[in-house]
């Protein structure tokens, strides 16, 4: 587990782009059991390829574009274990990956970016691709 002085920067990152955030099991399944629409769900992490790809792309994808999902959320891998191993078990039959990012529409996975599809990609990539995403399923 990290200390929560290292990773509140990273949190504060996307929660005041906008970003619930999950700390527990009960909180991730109160959202995905009860939201109708779409969520875009960012598992964080403090891996560079989160710092440097995943986080400032997912913001940009929220810019300048005609759909974006209803609701963002986020939980942080190596933090908020129990609320991470939750949302895990609704990213399924993807394998536990960091950062990644998933979107859901009515509580089921309709899209995920895996964490090898964020390393080597830089913001601007990752945020282009959502983007797409975003045109077709929101």
Do not use: W
């Not at 200390?3 to 990273?10: F, G, K, R």
């Not at 990956?97 to 895996?114: M, N, R, T, W």
């Amino acid at each position: 587990m990290y200390p929560e002085q290292l990773v509140a920067p990273m949190r504060e990152d996307l929660t005041i782009a906008g970003f619930d955030e999950f700390k527990t099991a009960e909180e991730v399944d109160a959202h995905m059991e009860s939201h109708k629409g779409t969520t875009l769900v960012v598992i964080n992490s403090v891996c560079g390829c989160a710092a440097g790809a995943a986080r400032p792309g997912v913001k940009l994808s929220l810019q300048n574009t005609e759909k974006q999902p209803d609701k963002l959320a986020t939980v942080f891998a190596g933090v908020d274990h129990e609320a991470v191993s939750r949302m895990r078990e609704y990213t399924l039959p993807y394998p536990p990956s960091s950062p990644s990012i998933a979107l859901f529409k009515d509580g089921e996975l309709i899209h995920f970016v895996e964490r090898h599809h964020i390393e080597g990609r830089n913001a601007e990539m990752i945020g282009n691709h959502l983007r797409e995403v975003y045109q077709e399923l929101c």
